[in-house]
């Protein structure tokens, strides 16, 4: 048997490429996103009492990477990238029907025109990336004390971030201090791959966030933002 699932809505948020999201929601609780509901979706009616609930879990498409179809075993960056674990012992992109959720914070509901955009803090998920479904998150059933995470049983360590006097002058507009936020804790928690953690790395990276290209080096430690380049080509934000 098989069956169709039509997107409700799309996210926007500041992650503009897959390289540098946050692994899991809520490691960047600067970070604000929202969905854009779409179809019959969009209607006041299909959000009447969401304001009761604190957080949401989002259901969605792991949409940049259904092409290339599924693994049976993954490497997770918890474990160094090079031991393997089955792909549901993870939550690798990687996966039968490219299905994700995310657990995030709900912050209201606005009218955009025609548009119903519900805000959203502490979100994990590229800029476009398809909605399928929003359920509100309950305490007493979602969170479970007594639970064990395995591998991934404690919050990743991070690292310092620092800017360039370059990289500091480059940040404009009147969202500077919340932007300047999201990036120091993208960066934080180191989002090169698993295998360059710990040893010399000379590389300047880039990743697209807001409408900047970020640049940044890590040494030991520590990371720098070097520049933030002039805006891609991409959404208003």
Known sequence: MSYQIEPIGIIRSPYKEKFAVPRQPGLVPSARSEIVLRGEANALEAVRGLEQFSHLWLLFLFDQNLEAGWRPTVRPPRLGGNERIGVFASRATFRPNGIGMSAVEFKGIRQ??????????????????????????????????????????????????????????????????????????????????????GKPDSKEYGVHLFNYNVKFTVDDEKVTVTALDKPVANRKD
């Open 112 to 197: 955009d025109g025609k548009d119903i955009v519900i805000e959203l803090g502490g979100v994990d998920l590229v800029d476009g990336t398809p909605i399928i479904d929003i359920k509100p998150y309950i305490p007493y059933s979602d969170s479970l004390p007594l639970a064990t995470g395995g591998f991934a049983d404690e919050e990743p360590d991070t690292l310092s971030v620092t800017f360039t006097a370059r990289a500091e002058s480059q940040l404009t507009g009147k969202q500077l201090a919340r932007q300047r936020a999201v990036i120091e804790e993208v960066l934080a928690q180191d989002p090169r791959p698993a295998y360059k953690k």
